[in-house]
């Protein structure tokens, strides 16, 4: 099954095994990932219930509640910076695993023929 792992994948430990990221990518995912299910946790506490909107109003309490410091805005910046950057990096080695898989799929099929 070599070289199939990626198709099916559900987790990052998969991926990472297949060879499609690097180990620093993968660290990366996982900090990105883990970060962004602090938000998303402190956000369910705050609200006392499911909602995942990190709206506007919602944003300060957030920040204080991971520790960002400074008062209002400036703790809002910090965490809002680190939030777009783990989208950002998740982003960035999804597209890349999506153009090696691609690649992969597409060796493949002229193989086939």
């Given at each position: 099954?070599?070289?199939?792992?990626?198709?099916?994948?559900?987790?990052?430990?998969?991926?990472?095994?297949?060879?499609?990221i690097y180990p620093q990518e993968y660290q990366q995912l996982q900090e990105s990932r883990?970060?962004?299910?602090?938000?998303?946790?402190?956000?369910?506490?705050?609200?006392?219930?499911?909602?995942?909107?990190?709206?506007?109003?919602?944003?300060?309490?957030?920040?204080?509640?991971?520790?960002?410091?400074?008062?209002?805005?400036?703790?809002?910046?910090?965490?809002?910076?680190?939030?777009?950057?783990?989208?950002?990096?998740?982003?960035?080695?999804s597209k890349f695993v999506d153009s090696a898989l691609s690649e992969k799929m597409c060796?493949?099929?002229?193989?086939?023929?």
């Amino acid at each position: 099954m070599g070289g199939v792992a990626p198709f099916w994948a559900l987790t990052l430990e998969a991926i990472l095994q297949s060879g499609f990221i690097y180990p620093q990518e993968y660290q990366q995912l996982q900090e990105s990932r883990a970060f962004l299910f602090k938000v998303r946790f402190a956000l369910h506490l705050i609200l006392k219930r499911y909602d995942n909107r990190l709206l506007f109003d919602r944003q300060i309490k957030v920040s204080e509640l991971l520790g960002f410091r400074g008062e209002g805005n400036p703790a809002v910046e910090k965490m809002m910076k680190c939030f777009f950057q783990a989208l950002h990096r998740i982003s960035l080695i999804s597209k890349f695993v999506d153009s090696a898989l691609s690649e992969k799929m597409c060796f493949h099929q002229i193989r086939l023929l």
